[in-house]
């Protein structure tokens, strides 16, 4: 036995074999550290608010349904999925939507730009759209007041139609082209109007105009300022009591249309007085005509008088004093009647 291990060619061969083991061994364990690392890197990652590109001819078509942004859950590497992640390089896009035509479609969102090593799934993936043909109409101008009443022969403007293009369906469902048109004597006389597309509800619609915004100049003769009382209507009076009413202001600056103005010779707030305690102050919103426009105040305050009747008397001296300047209607009516008059002659 010892003759067979002193053999120096056994020694070498023995030697060899353990160094071959111990290699392979080491080996071993790289490879399975490598496979344990590669696990590791793999990573996930939401990023959103992606914008979403339509391939799509803007210049025919319009489509809706089509969300602006979405989310995207990329994974790879992690590494990777951090820049990616980090500087947003990528896009989300549909299928070309010029072969679908026009009509209801459900589409996939895919991305665009990632590295090979990534992959990127949308959500939501998959939506459904509406193509439709985008068209070119003419429409008239209008211009109105705050009120939303026509104005047209009490302003001057030099466009007299706009250009509005949008989808099929949206042209078709506009009504009219408004611009609002500020009456009120504290506005400039001159002013700059956008002009919006409404529907017959009102309600506005996203279409382009051309212009998007028109110069309109208020006709100064046809606009007319004057003073008149103010009339106070009250409701819930109680049996028994006697009421008189201040008003303040008295008499209030109105400003409008000269054709309108002409016949107003008065304007009348309403009081409800079912709970008004004597001498106690109530302040009412002013029921302005259409076209009409107080430039100063938008409540009138009003001081209710409430006296007890008792036998043929419903007031002291003092209080009969007072309402030498508490009864507002019947001097206010008084002057209406002159306005009246005046107007006649």
Known sequence: MSKWLNNRFVTAGISLLLTILLFSYVQ??????????????????????????????????????????????????????????SNRNFKVVTPNLDELGVGTHEITLTTEGLPAELSGIVVPRKVTIQIERLI???????????????????????EKTAKVRGSESTIQAIQSIR?????????????????????????????????????????EDTFLEKTVPIIINSTNEQEGFAYSYIAEPAEIQISGDKKVLSNIYEVSVQIDVATVK???????????????????YDKVEVKVRKKKISGNTSETESDSEDNQNVKPNETNEEKVEKEKDESLN
């Open 28 to 85: 071993s364990i790289n490879l399975s550290n490598r496979q344990s690392q590669s696990i590791s890197i793999q990573a996930e990652q939401t990023v959103d608010k992606i914008p979403v590109s339509a391939k799509i001819s803007e210049n025919d078509f319009v489509v809706s349904g089509l969300p602006t942004e979405v989310s995207v859950s990329l994974q790879g590497p992690s590494s990777a999925v951090r820049i990616a992640s």
């Open 136 to 158: 070119t109409r003419e429409y008239p101008i209008e211009i109105v007041n705050e009120d939303g009443v026509g104005i047209q022969n009490n302003v001057e403007f030099r």
């Open 179 to 219: 611009g609002v048109f500020k009456m009120s004597r504290q506005s400039p006389a001159s002013q700059q109007v956008e002009l919006n597309a409404f529907d017959r509800e009102g309600q506005t619609l996203s279409v382009n105009i051309e212009p998007q915004s028109i110069n309109v100049i208020r006709k």
């Open 278 to 296: 004597d001498n106690e102050t109530v302040y009412a919103r002013l029921h302005l005509p259409s076209g009409v426009f107080a430039d100063v």
